[in-house]
């Protein structure tokens, strides 16, 4: 029997797009405009980076592999719009400047990425349009049952799906089916950015407890949960999976209010 071992790109997690069209597209649906300041992390092969070149963005690369960054660079090296940075996206220095994210993540990991991306809302992030394994996006894109990571970042951003991509659509092509995960900065936030950190002790701590929201939030008694549910929209004995982000956010200012 022949036995298929993964190439060192599917170890990692990489699956390069193979399409100029396809890049383009994506491009397109991601609303990139001229001047625009795009990074892209994990430029790989180039595919996407020369179609946000053709859109006319200004584009900063992060790609963690040396070999790759070396072939980007030498590939753009023609272009001042285009800066390549051999590293590490989860220790990036993001813009000091309004940006937007465009990009193939690795599918091995995308949630540390992502985690370091959107672990501020003060980071000036404008959007992000990032291709992750579709199990991946259907876990954060759903409002019930909620996750950590999306409830803290829907406080301030909307996450949405936008496409579904089959493995034939990369080289080498994936063993599941990848997703246009789309996260866009809300004109209302739901709570203050000044208040991230509280909030993400205040998530965590109720998501890790592993009671109902009756019996984990520990600023607020459990008559006071039993009379706000009604209002919110909850079961007192809910799970802190079961509320949406909306909940939370009504949630976390009672408990603010109650310091």
Same mark, same amino acid.
């Given at each position: ?16 797009? $193979? ?12 609303? /990139?405009? $001229? ?14 980076? @020369? ?9 900063? /690369? /992060?790609? $963690? ?44 990991? !995308? ?5 370091? #991306?959107?672990? &501020? ?5 404008? $959007? ?29 951003? =909307? ?20 997703? /246009? ?19 993400? =002790?205040?998530? &965590? *701590?109720?998501?890790? !407890? ?6 984990? #939030?520990?600023?607020? !008694?459990? #008559? ?13 004995? *809910?799970?802190?999976? =079961? #509320? =949406? ?10 408990? @603010?209010?109650?310091?």
């Amino acid at each position: 029997m022949h036995v298929r071992h993964p190439s060192a790109q599917e170890a990692t997690g990489q699956h390069f797009l $193979r399409s100029k069209q396809l890049a383009a597209e994506l491009v397109a649906e991601a609303g /990139v405009s $001229r001047g625009d300041l795009i990074v892209e992390i994990g430029g790989g092969t180039g595919v996407l980076t @020369q179609a946000l070149v053709k859109a006319g963005a200004t584009i900063a /690369v /992060v790609e $963690r592999d040396h070999v790759l960054a070396a072939q980007l660079r030498a590939r753009f090296r023609r272009l001042d719009t285009v800066v390549v940075t051999q590293g590490d996206a989860a220790e990036y220095e993001w813009p000091a400047r309004t940006f937007s994210v465009v990009a193939n993540l690795p599918f091995a990991r !995308s949630g540390v990425i992502l985690s370091q #991306l959107l672990k &501020s809302p003060l980071t000036p992030l404008r $959007r992000a349009h990032v291709i992750v394994q579709w199990e991946f996006a259907v876990k954060h894109a759903s409002v019930c049952p909620g996750t950590l990571r999306a409830t803290y970042w829907r406080a301030w951003y =909307d996450v949405s799906i936008a496409r579904r991509l089959a493995p034939i659509a990369f080289s080498p092509p994936p063993r599941v089916p990848a997703a /246009v995960l789309c996260i866009e900065r809300r004109g209302r936030p739901r709570v203050p950015v000044e208040c991230h950190e509280a909030y993400w =002790d205040f998530l &965590s *701590a109720a998501f890790a !407890s592993g009671k109902s929201i009756r019996g984990c #939030l520990g600023r607020l !008694s459990a #008559l006071e949960v039993k009379r706000l549910a009604p209002a919110v929209g909850f079961m007192p004995h *809910a799970r802190p999976r =079961d #509320l =949406d982000a909306t909940q939370w956010s009504r949630l976390f200012e009672r408990a @603010q209010v109650r310091r």
